[in-house]
């Protein structure tokens, strides 16, 4: 419950400032065309470097704990969340927002710590369930950040997320436990001789791609979203809050169907949900390109969070079958180092198909993502989809 409301909190603290970013740089004295680019750096920049770092602290998680590496996290980010609301200028907003994703590392080492100690025919269901404090986070935090700055002011959202995030630190250091050893560094493995001892590596990569483009097709629209509801619309009133629930409809939607679906994976397999999922998506996908209203839209959105409830513990779980136990840290680091290059890469790719093309065909563009993936999915289970698991 506590790696959950860790995991939710963290995820949320990274998204929850897309709303206001731009009107918060305006606020630190920026002007004209550079509010823009500005925007984008500091929305864009604690995501790819959470990602880039992510095999580094994954690696430490190994060697001294997860336990440890959750509470770095937590104190770090309650710090640079917290100084959000202090910055004097634009370039101390990005050094902080910088800093809270270099320091991050909360999400995949609570994963790897509830994987590496739960029972392995339960581990889609409790991965399914903290899985969702992911996904919810960054899907819904927009939705809180707009509300709360409205409410109480922007510069007062980063300090009640500090507070938060002191709370999953307090949370965190008395109530979390792990049954874990210290490694000594010569008794370490590298990350080669982990990746070398993975069962089944195409699958792992195979799963690496699955979880790349889930967040990539998720994110891609959250940049055009209030300008493709205002055509459909024909007027701007109340855009913001209709696209706020309407990016987090997949949030809710799959934060309600994670720990049902991960228990049908356990059941089922694993491998043979994500098949499921990803057919799913596709056949919900295209249709958001041909809505003629903002309902139509939210309705198929809301649907497609059952896909990524299916998807997200699927796999995690099987990530957690193939792994070794002494890396599965650094495993889970990786594919958290991929979902984070998803978050940056889908608002980029959606906002230049808008561009250049059009709001439709950003929806016809992310369908060609997941259709890509199934193929690459059905490849890679093929010896596999007539038999329950697939691991050793």
């Not at 008395?174 to 370490?188: A, G, H, W």
């Not at 706020?244 to 994670?258: C, D, H, K, N, P």
């Amino acid at each position: 419950m506590i790696a959950w409301f860790g995991t939710f909190f963290t995820s949320a603290s990274i998204s929850l400032v897309m709303p206001f970013m731009a009107l918060y740089v305006q606020s630190l004295g920026v002007k004209g065309n550079a509010v823009e680019l500005f925007t984008g750096l500091a929305v864009g920049i604690s995501a790819l470097a959470s990602g880039l770092v992510a095999p580094i602290w994954g690696r430490l998680a190994d060697q001294y704990g997860r336990r440890i590496m959750m509470i770095r996290a937590s104190i770090v980010m309650t710090f640079t969340m917290s100084a959000l609301a202090f910055v004097p200028n634009v370039w101390w907003l990005l050094a902080m927002r910088l800093l809270n994703g270099i320091f991050a590392g909360y999400i995949p080492n609570s994963t790897a710590l509830i994987a590496s100690q739960i029972p392995r025919d339960k581990s889609g269901y409790a991965l399914g369930i903290l899985s969702t404090g992911m996904i919810g986070g960054s899907l819904i935090g927009p939705s809180i950040g707009g509300f709360f700055a409205q409410l109480v002011g922007m510069k007062n959202v980063f300090l009640i997320t500090g507070i938060v995030l002191l709370l999953v630190t307090i949370l965190t250091i008395f109530f979390v436990q792990e049954n874990f050893t210290p490694i000594e560094r010569v008794d370490l493995l590298s990350t080669r001789e982990v990746f070398d001892r993975v069962s089944n590596r195409h699958i792992l990569y195979g799963l690496f791609i699955t979880s790349f483009v889930l967040q990539l097709t998720v994110q891609s629209v959250a940049p055009i979203l209030p300008l493709y509801i205002r055509q459909l619309n024909g007027h701007s009133g109340n855009i913001f809050m209709i696209s706020g629930f309407i990016v987090s409809a997949v949030g809710v939607s799959e934060m309600l169907s994670s720990g049902t679906l991960g228990k049908l994976g356990d059941k089922i397999g694993s491998h043979r949900l994500i098949i499921i999922g990803l057919i799913y998506s596709l056949i919900v996908y295209i249709p958001m390109a041909f809505v003629k209203t903002p309902l139509q839209l939210g309705v198929l959105r809301f649907l497609l969070g059952f896909g990524s409830g299916a998807l997200v513990p699927s796999v995690n779980s099987l990530l957690s079958k193939l792994t070794p136990p002494e890396g599965i840290s650094r495993i889970f680091s990786f594919n958290q180092m991929f979902n984070n290059f998803g978050q940056v890469v889908g608002p980029l790719l959606g906002s230049a198909i808008a561009g250049y093309i059009s709001y439709q065909a950003v929806f016809i563009a992310t369908s060609c993502f997941v259709l890509f993936n199934l193929i690459w999915s059905l490849f890679n289970f093929r010896k596999f989809l007539g038999v329950r698991s697939i691991a050793r």
